[in-house]
């Protein structure tokens, strides 16, 4: 089966700076993909980025990175240059590539300040 | 533009009833999903479909029903012997076979009164 956690409940940032939300998981699979979504007050699940889990090179997009460290089973998110915009909920998740199931952590809501 | 349509945005209920939750996707999308969202638990998963005619009971299926007679719609009924059924829904919809996450929906938030 698969799990997410994610231990960090609450963070916050000044803005312009840079933070990094941590996930790990577990899977028993070899064929998965790891997700970073954004959830704003709004309540719209809205997807960030995306790492294939047979690609060792870290996906970036734009302010977003990841740092995807397969042994460890660790998939940590950083952004950079925080924007006030960032402020969301931030939800890991892993999906089986047998079943295209979608498995999510608890979320790390980020409050980016002023 | 495509997309996925909840309906409706917010919901009341009394203690007792039955109530249906609507979902409808024109992204041509084979899989159809929902997804119960609870302070600090996260989105757990409900039910999925990954084809008409099909669904699968996923990880809080007990008090809940669905039914997959086209491929646009996936409504998701919450009877009466649900528990605790006042959270915030999420449907969402895949391309078969792909793995580049989901698309969602913008939710309905469900009350009981």
């Known amino acids: 089966a698969q799990t997410v956690t994610q231990s960090q409940p609450e963070m916050s940032v000044q803005e312009a700076e840079t933070v990094t939300l941590s996930c790990t998981y577990d899977t028993s699979e070899n064929n998965y993909y790891l997700f970073w979504y954004k959830q704003p007050p709004s309540r719209q699940m809205i997807l960030v980025i995306r790492?294939?889990?047979?690609?060792?090179q870290n996906a970036t997009e734009n302010r977003f990175s990841v740092n995807f460290q397969k042994a460890a089973k660790s998939f940590s998110l950083k952004i950079s240059d925080s924007q006030l915009g960032d402020t969301a909920m931030y939800f890991c998740a892993s999906q089986s590539g047998a079943t295209n199931k979608l498995i999510f952590g608890t979320g790390t809501l980020l409050a980016v300040q002023p | 533009d495509g997309g996925i349509t909840q309906s409706p945005k917010y919901l009341f209920r009394k203690e007792g009833q039955n109530v249906t939750l609507s979902c409808e996707q024109n992204?041509?999308?084979?899989?159809m999903y929902w997804y119960r969202q609870d302070p600090g638990q996260g989105l757990r998963l409900i039910y999925y479909s990954q084809i008409v005619n099909d669904f699968q009971k996923g990880d809080i299926a007990e008090g809940y029903s669905v039914s997959r007679e086209k491929k646009e719609s996936f409504p998701l009924t919450v009877t009466s012997a649900q528990k605790n059924p006042t959270a915030f829904y999420l449907c969402?919809?895949?391309?078969?076979?792909?793995?580049?996450?989901?698309?969602f929906g913008s939710g309905t938030r469900l009350t009981v009164v």
């Open positions: 969402a919809s895949s391309a078969d076979g792909a793995n580049y996450g989901y698309t």
């Open positions: 992204l041509n999308h084979d899989a």
């Open positions: 790492q294939e889990a047979y690609k060792q």
